[in-house]
């Protein structure tokens, strides 16, 4: 975490152009951090800067580039172009990000000099990037999710009886529990902050999935509960509006009223934040994602488009979810023209045909080359993605190859290495592997999710990238 050391307004003389050149500096590296592959560019510079130190809302000003990609960022002199690594515009909730980083190096910034600057002390105390998080989310008593945070990051490096643990808290967002009205939390109840997280034992009280810490409003520790009775008494039978992976489902429930937040340390480490009903970030690889499923969502149902039947979206996105939190990669197709685009991308032995070819008469007892993979299509012949379980749909990804369907809900093949076209592979240069190449290739054939090993979920469309969460 990076550290200031606050000025006194009566050492305020000359220039400050280094100082604001170090800010410079952190707004560059934590614009990388939430957005790895987007471009921020200098377009104007001052290399002197005097402050007079008066005190305003703002020194930023964020405005929309003329092509309605990128944004336009005047802060402190200087101009920055700030553009999406693909040709598709920053969405809404990206763009609400950018402003909250922006803004946050601001107040952080003015609270080197403004001793009145709301919350001062704490806006150094922790982590820039926890932060950010924390005012993305508004919640009640902002400050209790970087402590807690912070908490989990640290339980993160430690191991119990030689094993990674896991963690969760559920930071309330009413004054009292509404699971238990009448129960006040005891004197003397410790901070939830990195100190617990030294005691031996603390983080086999809650495991995250299945029992999880509550924290009152106040920060403090308050009782243990299991996940899944305190969703249903205080969130009743609701099931949740967008798509969440199966093991979070009591976690973003948890979370659709009352203002509530839940924060969970994954068994692959991983630290999740739920909010509004939605699991809005991930924390893997040494940086936060935005996750913002509910927009991608809705994508993903436009590009299906409202012909297919209405859980098709639904259900071959939740089983893409569920391949991504474990750890699976899988590649799901939807053909708009299947007439046309079968013939160019799947080959007649991994095709699923109604008819079944007899055994090989001249070897009865081993299966020829071309009936092998064909074999495999009898457990789903004559049935569609309707009449499939979210896992029976996930063990089909989960052979090496794509799933595809057509916009009726079909099951068109399984398992089936696609063909990809010669013009598509002049479209796909650089790509980091087959299954992407085979995703950019196919998304000219309709919509396309790729899930990656590493726990990405991808959707590709026309040969280019939609979204990534």
């Not at 012949?381 to 057509?406: F, H, N, P, Q, Y």
Request: charged share 25%; proline share 6%; aromatic share 8%.
């Amino acid at each position: 975490m990076d550290q200031e050391t606050a000025i006194p307004p009566d050492r305020l003389t000359g220039p400050i152009s280094k100082l604001v050149g170090l800010y410079q500096g952190f707004l560059r590296r934590t614009a990388e951090h939430f957005f790895p592959e987007a471009l921020l560019d200098a377009i104007g510079d001052r290399t002197v800067i005097n402050w007079d130190g008066r005190r305003r809302e703002e020194y930023y000003r964020l405005t929309e580039d003329p092509d309605g990609v990128g944004l336009i960022l005047d802060w402190f002199g200087t101009r920055y172009m700030f553009q999406p690594g693909s040709p598709t515009p920053f969405l809404p909730a990206e763009r609400r990000l950018i402003e909250i980083i922006v803004r946050t190096l601001d107040l952080r910034f003015r609270g080197l000099f403004d001793l009145e600057i709301v919350h001062r002390a704490e806006r150094f105390h922790y982590a820039l990037e926890d932060l950010i998080i924390t005012e993305y989310l508004n919640p009640a008593d902002p400050f209790r999710v970087p402590a807690v945070l912070e908490a989990l990051r640290v339980a993160a490096l430690s191991t119990y009886e030689n094993r990674r643990v896991s963690m969760g808290a559920v930071l309330l967002g009413t004054q009292n529990d509404p699971a238990a009205p009448n129960w006040t939390n005891p004197g003397g109840a410790p901070r939830f902050n990195t100190r617990l997280t030294g005691i031996k034992g603390f983080h086999r009280l809650g495991d995250g999935l299945c029992t999880a810490f509550i924290v009152d409003r106040q920060g403090e520790l308050g009782r243990i509960v299991d996940i899944e009775r305190w969703t249903q008494r205080t969130q009743g039978a609701n099931a949740l509006v967008d798509p969440c992976p199966r093991e979070y489902i009591h976690h973003a429930r948890a979370t659709r009223s009352g203002g509530h937040v839940c924060l969970l340390l994954t068994r692959s480490q991983e630290i999740k934040v739920f909010a509004r009903g939605t699991m809005v970030f991930a924390f893997s690889d040494a940086r936060w994602r935005l996750l913002d499923i509910p927009t991608k969502f809705a994508t993903w149902c436009r590009a299906i488009s409202t012909s297919c039947p209405s859980d098709l979206a639904l259900k071959l996105f939740q089983a893409a979810l569920n391949l991504a939190e474990d750890r699976k990669g899988g590649l799901f197709v939807v053909l708009r023209d299947p007439a046309k685009s079968v013939a160019q991308l799947i080959a007649p032995q991994d095709r699923i045909v109604e008819d079944v070819i007899a055994d090989d008469p001249q070897d009865p007892e081993n299966l020829s080359p071309r009936q092998s993979k064909r074999v495999l299509h009898h457990v789903v012949r004559g049935r569609s993605l309707a009449d499939l379980d979210s896992s029976e749909l996930e063990a089909l990804a989960g052979i090496d190859g794509a799933v595809v369907t057509d916009l009726s809900g079909r099951l068109l093949t399984f398992g089936a290495i696609l063909r990809i076209d010669p013009e598509a592979l002049k479209v796909a240069r650089a790509v980091e592997g087959a299954r992407t190449l085979a995703a950019l290739a196919a998304s000219f054939h309709g919509p396309v999710l790729k899930v990656s090993e590493d726990g990405f979920l991808t959707m590709y469309l026309g040969g280019r990238r939609m979204w990534e969460l």
